[in-house]
């Protein structure tokens, strides 16, 4: 299976993306009201600068005095691990789970951003296969029955 199957089956392709001076407050305002937990950083909404998610908010503004100035540039993670399409799905949960992440930019062979995916996105996926494969399974036995 393929990081294009976990696409297809999530249903879109939005990705919501900030740019890079944005300010925090609006990161936060983005994160609660859209009720996710990172963004893909970004100047023109297509080319990954990095990510930002609930963890660099709560890691890298943790004692500053007020954190709602700061910059997402000066929070998010810039060394962004990101995989295509064409990945195995294996390849991408051995990057989170390596990584210690939750979410990975898939990107095109020109490096453009073509989907956001979480690890729910992910477990959802493979729950979905895993029915599938036990209602085959109970068709098959009841068949042979």
């Known amino acids: 299976m393929k990081v294009s199957d976990v696409i297809t089956s999530k249903g879109s392709t939005e990705v919501f993306t900030i740019g890079p001076d944005a300010p925090v407050s609006e990161l936060l305002d983005e994160l609660g009201e859209r009720n996710i937990g990172a963004l893909v950083v970004s100047d023109d909404g297509t080319h990954v600068l990095g ?3 609930e963890r660099d908010v709560v890691r890298k503004l943790r ?3 007020d954190p709602t100035t700061e910059r997402v540039s000066s929070i998010m993670t810039a060394d962004v691990h990101t995989c295509t ?10 990057i989170m789970t390596n990584e210690r992440i939750r979410h990975v930019p898939v990107i095109d062979e020109d490096e ?16 979905q296969q895993l029915q599938f494969e ?11 029955r």
């Open 51 to 53: 990510i930002v998610s």
């Open 63 to 65: 004692g500053i005095a």
């Open 85 to 94: 399409p064409d990945d195995s799905i294996t390849a991408m949960l051995e």
């Open 112 to 127: 453009a951003l073509v989907a956001l995916l979480s690890i729910g996105d992910a477990v959802k996926f493979r729950m």
């Open 134 to 144: 036990r209602d085959q399974l109970n068709e098959y036995v009841a068949s042979a």
